[in-house]
């Protein structure tokens, strides 16, 4: 158990729906990273938030944003929904913003767009 | 641009074989290297890391050396088990002199299956 929750375990839905992916991060940890993971693409960063602000960002599609809340919890909203977005999405967690840092992951959100 | 690579698999060894998992890098800040392993329907778990040229990470058996001159952050392990079957991630963990930092750049993953 990493320490780092993610909320809801699977999600199913339909195509032009948005959906809200939630992750806790590990306590005393003040970054936290989304990623997707998909067969064609493979593991791939989305963006950065550290406490509170984001930080960098990756190859996230104009339809997904995110934030991180004052708890530093995180959101990661995915809007019109389409059939390729179906993926795993994964958000980790660090003590810092560095790239030295070692990222915690959580168990994953399976979504499956139909 | 900046990228990791890794063989693909799948790789099939017999237990109490020799582990090697090749992964190179490409990178214009200063990369920190990482090892996560995925075991089935579970997240990543970081394996081992190093921070900078010829550090040696281990864990678990498993080691790898960062090697500047040849960009590469080979997996090894001398007696692999079944219990090690999974799939094994390289990832490249930036920083640049300004001091900002990015996610984490990943392979494609390696299937490691070990047959009794």
């Known amino acids: 158990d990493s320490g780092v929750t993610q909320t809801p375990k699977h999600l199913i839905t339909a195509t032009g729906q948005r959906v809200t992916l939630r992750c806790s991060p590990r306590s005393g940890d003040l970054s936290v990273y989304w990623y997707q993971q998909s067969l064609d693409q493979g593991l791939q960063f989305l963006i950065q938030y550290y406490n509170g602000e984001e930080r960098a960002k990756g190859n996230i599609l104009e339809r997904f944003s995110a934030q991180q809340f004052p708890d530093l919890h995180s959101e990661l909203n995915l809007s019109s929904l389409e059939l390729g977005d179906s993926a795993l999405y994964f958000c980790?967690?660090?003590?810092?913003?560095?790239?030295?840092?070692?990222?915690?992951f959580g168990p994953g959100t399976r979504l499956t767009v139909l | 641009g900046d990228s990791v690579t890794q063989m693909e698999g799948p790789v099939t060894l017999s237990e109490e074989a020799f582990l090697t998992i090749n992964c190179t890098y490409t990178?214009?800040?200063?990369?920190?290297l990482f090892w996560y392993v995925q075991y089935p329907g579970e997240g990543l778990q970081l394996l081992l890391k190093?921070?900078?040229?010829?550090d040696k990470g281990s864990n678990k058996g498993f080691e790898a050396t960062y090697r500047k001159e040849t960009t590469s952050f080979h997996l090894e392990k001398g007696s692999v088990q079944v219990s090690d079957s999974a799939v094994y991630f390289c990832a490249r963990g930036l920083m640049y002199s300004g001091g900002g930092a990015d996610g984490l750049t990943f392979g494609k993953g390696t299937h490691l299956i070990i047959q009794p």
């Open positions: 980790a967690s660090s003590v810092d913003s560095f790239g030295t840092d070692t990222q915690y």
């Open positions: 990178a214009t800040g200063y990369p920190s």
């Open positions: 190093a921070t900078k040229a010829d």
